[in-house]
């Protein structure tokens, strides 16, 4: 037997399959329109920000990874959009305004995950597919492009959800597109971490603990004045975060509530990522040794409504890590 057929063997009660077949896919990340969204994401921050679809109302875009995780990018383009759950509880907790609250974990595995949090006491969601005339799809006649789940309620202070994939044809366009879409001038490679702020660290590290997600050690943030707990998440991490006293965390927090303030984008060449967010936003940066490494803070939370973090890909610790003041 393979040893992708022995997980997908072992019975749902096993944590250690969540774990070893888990990752970050993707962040949802909202902006008031979504030419201001993209705008910034390319032009300040060097990224390559590809074309999506505009279905009842809600454009999207995409930012990916050569990892094949990425960022979507979301905007209301009517007032009466047609928006899902998720969508409609995203936009309740921004106002309207630029930000994310809403993450995917990529699980190979999604029935079992399905059953496995069942069990432990979450309320799961039926799992859900992509339309039948789904236009990136391969047809009707082919599995669905993805299938996912969320929860009602949410377990975790952001909006959590689980998804896969099928292996879809490889057309022409798809090979070329495969090729082009991770090409960023400012060689990011992977999203590699996501912040979640709350007021209850502890409770987001427990709930994670529950779903499988094991082995958190505790972290500090000093540039945004937040401490918590570090997740690997299979080679990445998320980090549950709160407030440490005064700062970016505090303020943050305090003006919108639980949220995702930030996320880690691992890149090829740190100093050439830094030399361009320097000039896009013209101001200069401070270096720091970080929980994944040698990174620097972006100063995009008035134009996306979160912080970005570049990090040293080739270098980042093999297990979480302490943050240094």
């Not at 377990?155 to 998804?163: D, E, R």
């Not at 407030?243 to 880690?264: C, E, K, N, V, Y």
């Not at 270098?315 to 003041?325: D, E, S, Y």
Request: include cysteine.
């Amino acid at each position: 037997m393979s040893s992708s057929a022995a997980i997908a063997a072992e019975p749902v009660r096993s944590v250690a399959a969540v774990e070893r077949t888990t990752e970050i896919d993707h962040a949802l990340l909202w902006g008031r329109d979504i030419d201001q969204i993209s705008a910034p994401l390319a032009v300040k921050l060097g990224f390559q920000v590809r074309p999506g679809r505009n279905p009842g109302g809600v454009a999207n875009r995409y930012v990916r990874m050569a990892d094949l995780s990425y960022l979507e990018l979301f905007a209301k383009t009517r007032a009466d959009a047609e928006l899902d759950p998720g969508m409609q509880a995203d936009q309740a907790s921004l106002r309207g305004g630029p930000g994310a609250r809403t993450f995917g974990l990529r699980s190979s595995i999604l029935d079992q995950v399905h059953g496995l949090v069942r069990q432990q006491g979450f309320a799961p969601t039926p799992i859900f597919t992509a339309p039948l005339d789904d236009p990136d799809g391969d047809g009707p006649s082919h599995p669905p492009r993805w299938r996912l789940f969320a929860f009602a309620p949410q377990p975790l202070s952001s909006n959590l959800f689980f998804i896969d994939y099928a292996r879809l044809r490889a057309t022409p366009t798809r090979v070329w597109d495969t090729r082009i879409a991770p090409q960023h001038p400012n060689g990011a490679q992977e999203l590699s971490g996501l912040w979640l702020l709350s007021a209850d660290a502890h409770a987001d590290r427990k709930q994670f603990e529950r779903m499988g997600l094991t082995g958190a050690t505790r972290v500090r943030l000093p540039q945004i004045a937040a401490h918590g707990y570090c997740v690997p998440v299979g080679r990445k991490r998320v980090f549950a975060l709160q407030p440490d006293g005064p700062g970016a965390a505090a303020d943050a927090l305090r003006s919108g509530g639980p949220q995702m303030l930030g996320i880690s984008i691992g890149v090829a060449d740190i100093d050439l990522a830094q030399q361009r967010v320097e000039r896009g936003y013209e101001t200069e940066l401070i270096r720091y040794r970080g929980a994944l490494g040698d990174a620097f803070v972006a100063p995009t939370q008035a134009d996306l409504g979160l912080l970005i973090e570049f990090h040293d890909s080739a270098r980042t610790p093999a297990a979480c890590g302490v943050a240094a003041g």
